[in-house]
């Protein structure tokens, strides 16, 4: 449930500074810069995370497709581990095995 609000909260701001920046695009061509001036700072975030993405397929031109697969498979490796290591762990303290008396 925490995950599905996290996703939806991210996904409102999102959805609002495309809005907002909009609204401050819209604002900057019909009436200039002095009537945009409290939505500014949308503009900002919005270049900031153009930028961001930019950066990003930079990234994934310049890094060797193996090393991407390399490093998922090493991730799901590891977190194959950790599951099992979590149900082994479950198993040895909290699972009690039943004594003879107990069995039928």
């Known amino acids: 449930m925490g995950a599905r609000a996290g996703f939806v909260a991210i996904c409102s701001i999102i959805i609002g ?5 909009s609204a401050w695009t819209m604002l900057v061509r019909t009436l200039g810069d ?7 700072w949308t503009h900002t975030t ?3 995370m153009r930028s961001a993405c ?5 990234l994934m ?3 060797p497709t193996a090393w991407i697969y390399g490093g998922l498979t090493v991730g799901v ?3 194959t581990a950790l599951f099992g290591l979590g149900a082994a762990a479950y198993r040895a303290l909290y699972l009690q ?4 008396g107990d069995r039928q």
């Open 17 to 21: 500074l495309t809005v907002a920046d």
């Open 61 to 63: 031109r310049v890094v």
């Open 97 to 100: 095995p039943l004594a003879a």
């Open 54 to 58: 930019e950066v990003a397929a930079l």
């Open 46 to 48: 919005v270049a900031l």
């Open 77 to 79: 490796a590891l977190y």
């Open 34 to 40: 002095a009537a945009a001036g409290p939505l500014s």
